[in-house]
């Protein structure tokens, strides 16, 4: 079945380190995005890529970094910049032409800052 | 600039009861509108869209919305809750066919009591 696979599901980390979570989708989608959850504030946007090798800064990218060298992959990399990374992390992805408008989430990474 | 809203961050119903979520939007043009659901530790799972044509939109789970214009809402309802529909549910909004700029309202948990 075709779908979005986010890795680790659950991942901690102690103030300083950088952390790479990982978004793989296996739908052909053209786009691909990561939103930020916090409780009661719904999605924010941190990054969000129209096609390979070209991705654009989205509401709250400061401390967080990202890459789009397949189709099929857009990493983000949480850095020691970003000063509360503590959050639930949603890749997202939508088929590039004009009316396919419907996001296609992942399961989510919960990221903890000890 | 786009904006949603959702009236009560948490809602509780009975079991066999109506459900009744609300959300508005603030547009200067007709918006794409969305419901999404997301349960524990899950990604977000599309419930229903309202793109044109009819305002009445119906989904999975025998929810349904409509849209009115004249309010700005797009309240999501159904009939009869179940104990299953317990979980979060996100209104979101974008003006345009690429999806490129979506909006989240903050969301609204909904519990269902036995």
């Known amino acids: 079945d075709g779908g979005i696979t986010q890795s680790p599901k659950y991942l901690f980390r102690k103030e300083g380190q950088n952390v790479t979570l990982s978004c793989e989708q296996n739908?052909?989608?053209?786009?691909m995005y990561w939103y930020r959850q916090d409780p009661g504030q719904g999605l924010r946007l941190i990054y969000y890529?129209?096609?390979?090798?070209?991705?654009q800064k989205g509401d709250i990218a400061e401390g967080y970094s990202v890459s789009r060298e397949k189709k099929e992959s857009f990493p983000l990399t949480v850095t020691s910049a970003q000063k509360n990374p503590t959050a639930f992390y949603l890749c997202a992805s939508r088929r590039g032409e004009f009316g396919a408008n419907v996001l296609t989430f992942g399961a989510g990474s919960r990221l903890t800052v000890l | 600039a786009q904006s949603v809203t959702q009236l009560g961050s948490h809602v509780s119903v009975s079991e066999g009861a109506l459900v009744l979520l609300r959300c508005n939007y603030s547009s200067s043009v007709p918006p794409y509108l969305f419901w999404y659901v997301q349960y524990p530790n899950q990604g977000l799972q599309l419930l229903l869209k309202y793109t044109t044509g009819a305002t009445l939109v119906k989904g999975i789970n025998g929810f349904e919305a409509e849209f009115k214009k004249s309010e700005t809402s797009f309240h999501l309802t159904k009939p009869s809750a179940h104990m299953s529909d317990a979980a979060e549910y996100f209104c979101?909004?974008?003006?345009?066919?690429?999806?490129?700029?979506?909006?989240f309202g903050p969301g609204t948990r909904l519990s269902v009591l036995p």
């Open positions: 979101a909004v974008t003006l345009d066919n690429y999806g490129q700029n979506f909006v």
């Open positions: 890529s129209q096609i390979v090798n070209d991705f």
């Open positions: 739908l052909n989608h053209d786009a």
